[in-house]
């Protein structure tokens, strides 16, 4: 099976832009959940969606926002972006709630 | 809500030894616990998770987790180590009902030759 696929890997954005993320999941996999990773906070919890439904959110403001289709791919949407904003965002699926999550490589934002 | 700690920010091996890498948890409720690996510039990969059952978890790469409910603990093990197993390591717990992944701030593990 292929695993998690996240598009584009790379992306650089000027401040106040907006940006849009994908994560395709593992095929058969429902649950897709969506994580920053910056060095000074290390990994920090954004959503999680399950069948097209956003079950749980992380503590972030609402710039930040995503959604799930019904084919389970999922976006995540970054609006008026600041500096902060400059982290690896990744994406991971699972079978259902209750089960491990697989990660897909990351999509390497930075913002200027 | 659940918090975890990895006790050591950066372990330094030399190749062929043992090695720990060290996680607590707390948390009020039952949690499932997982161990990632981080390879420079990619995603996570998991090594091993506990769900239940035995408490000694073997996973990939000869890697092995012993989840200890009184001590809250879930270490992780490997009898030998090699240089490419020189990564960024990551525990993480759930709740059993599922969602989001609390994440420790990880372990560099420096392997040398």
């Known amino acids: 099976k292929a695993g998690v696929t996240q598009t584009p890997r790379y992306l650089i954005k000027t401040r106040g832009q907006q940006v849009t993320l994908s994560c395709s999941p593992?095929?058969?996999?429902?649950?897709?959940?969506?994580?920053?990773?910056?060095?000074?906070?290390?990994?920090q919890f954004l959503f999680e969606y399950f069948s097209e439904t956003q079950r749980n959110k992380g503590n972030f403001p609402g710039r930040f926002s995503g959604r799930q289709f019904s084919n389970s791919r999922?976006?995540?949407n970054v609006s008026t972006l600041e500096l902060g904003d400059s982290a690896l965002y990744l994406c991971a699926s699972s079978q259902g709630r209750s089960y491990e999550q697989y990660f897909g490589p990351g999509t390497r934002l930075t913002v200027t | 809500a659940?918090?975890?700690?990895?006790?050591?920010?950066?372990?330094?091996?030399?190749?062929?030894?043992p090695v720990e890498l060290r996680c607590n948890y707390s948390s009020s409720v039952s949690v499932y616990l997982f161990w990632y690996v981080q390879y420079p510039?990619?995603?996570?990969?998991?090594?091993?998770?506990y769900l239940s059952g035995s408490t000694l978890v073997k996973g990939?790469?000869?890697?092995?987790?012993?989840?200890?409910?009184?001590?809250?603990?879930f270490h992780l093990r490997k009898p030998s180590v090699h240089i490419s197993d020189t990564a960024?390591?990551?525990?993480?717990?759930?709740?059993?009902?599922g969602?989001?992944?609390?994440?420790?701030?990880?372990?560099?593990?420096s392997v040398k030759p």
């Open chain 1, 26 to 43: 593992i095929s058969g996999h429902r649950s897709v959940s969506w994580y920053q990773q910056t060095p000074g906070q290390g990994l």
């Open chain 1, 74 to 76: 999922s976006e995540m």
């Open chain 2, 2 to 17: 659940q918090s975890v700690t990895q006790l050591d920010s950066q372990v330094p091996v030399f190749e062929e030894a």
């Open chain 2, 41 to 49: 510039n990619q995603g996570l990969q998991l090594l091993l998770k």
């Open chain 2, 60 to 73: 990939i790469n000869g890697f092995e987790a012993e989840f200890n409910k009184s001590q809250t603990s």
């Open chain 2, 88 to 97: 960024e390591y990551f525990c993480a717990v759930s709740r059993v009902e």
């Open chain 2, 99 to 109: 969602g989001k992944l609390i994440f420790g701030q990880g372990t560099e593990l």
